[in-house]
């Protein structure tokens, strides 16, 4: 069902326009530290991202309130290290015995930070609970990524507190 969820985001992130307020910018800065959080997912990224693995990392604030009460609080900062998936002379995704991606190049750092009042930057169905997004590239400078998307993603996960890897805490 989670795939299927994904699949329709996407499909309709393509063709957003204008899904952000006018404040376009994002409060999140690079978290230096992040290596220092804990790690707590390492595996294949669903649908539609076949081709990548990523690693999944939550600092003090995120984990102790998920082991307290089962909550996210304010100050949460959810960042996952995003790698392409090796390939062959192909082009084809190679996969190890186990059936899992084999991890390549260093992609991408994405970064969700729980933000009082970050719900109100995005219009309609797009609200993730005061989550805001941002994307850097690995030496920590500003990656040009649409977050539309990314918030288009999350935004069906109510139940899962908008994070798609919650079981994993």
Not at 13 to 18: I, K, M, P, R
Not at 44 to 59: F, K, L
Not at 60 to 82: C, H, L, N, Q, R
Not at 84 to 91: Q, T
Request: glycine share 8%; with cysteine.
């Amino acid at each position: 069902m989670k795939r299927i969820l994904v699949l329709l985001c996407m499909t309709f992130a393509l063709g957003l326009t204008g899904a952000m307020a006018d404040d376009k910018k994002t409060e999140i800065q690079f978290p230096k530290d992040y290596k220092s959080h804990t790690l707590y997912f390492t595996g294949d990224r669903q649908s539609p991202n076949d081709g990548q693995t990523i690693r999944i990392y939550a600092n003090d604030i995120a984990v102790k309130g998920m082991k307290k009460d089962g909550k996210f609080p304010y100050g949460s900062v959810i960042t996952a290290e995003v790698y392409k998936a090796k390939k062959d002379k192909d082009g084809d995704v190679i996969e190890s015995t186990l059936g899992r991606r084999l991890e390549g190049k260093f992609a991408l750092v994405a970064v969700m930070e729980k933000i009082k009042g970050a719900g109100k930057k995005w219009k309609g169905d797009l609200n993730n609970g005061d989550w805001d997004f941002a994307t850097f590239k690995p030496d920590g400078s500003p990656a040009k990524k649409d977050l539309a998307k990314c918030a288009e993603c999350h935004a069906p996960l109510k139940d899962e507190q908008h994070i798609f890897s919650i079981e994993h805490f």
